[in-house]
């Protein structure tokens, strides 16, 4: 995908992560991300990111434009993002 997409399930584990998410948000990772948990791989993640990923699983679709976020390295990255629930197969949400 040209821009960056991650899957997670209800433990916020990885489902599947494009190559340009591992690129912006999981520099230093090696190999795939399936089954590694985000606030791993992502430590110094922000309370509000938290909050807005406990949203989406609790089955709210929310977005946002131009916000902030500072990589591992101390960067600022001004973002475009949403989180949109999936269902599984059974329709429950994945």
Same mark, same amino acid.
């Given at each position: 995908? %040209?821009? %960056?997409?991650?899957?997670?399930?209800? @433990?916020?584990?990885?489902?599947? #992560?494009? *190559?340009? =998410?591992? +690129?912006?948000? #999981? +520099? &230093? /990772?090696?190999? *795939?991300?399936?089954?590694?948990? /985000?606030?791993?791989?992502?430590?110094?993640?922000? @309370?509000?990111?938290? +909050?807005? /990923?406990?949203?989406?699983?609790? &089955? @709210?679709?929310?977005?946002?434009? *131009?916000?902030? =976020?500072? *990589? +591992?390295?101390? /960067?600022?990255? =001004?973002?475009?993002?949403?989180? @949109? %629930? =999936?269902?599984?197969?059974?329709?429950?949400? &994945?």
């Amino acid at each position: 995908a %040209p821009i %960056p997409i991650a899957m997670f399930d209800t @433990e916020m584990n990885y489902v599947a #992560a494009s *190559s340009r =998410w591992v +690129q912006t948000f #999981a +520099q &230093g /990772h090696k190999g *795939s991300l399936v089954g590694k948990n /985000h606030y791993d791989v992502v430590p110094n993640l922000h @309370e509000r990111w938290r +909050q807005a /990923h406990r949203a989406g699983l609790a &089955g @709210e679709s929310i977005s946002a434009t *131009s916000d902030p =976020w500072t *990589s +591992q390295d101390g /960067h600022t990255i =001004w973002l475009d993002w949403a989180i @949109e %629930p =999936w269902l599984k197969p059974d329709g429950h949400r &994945g």
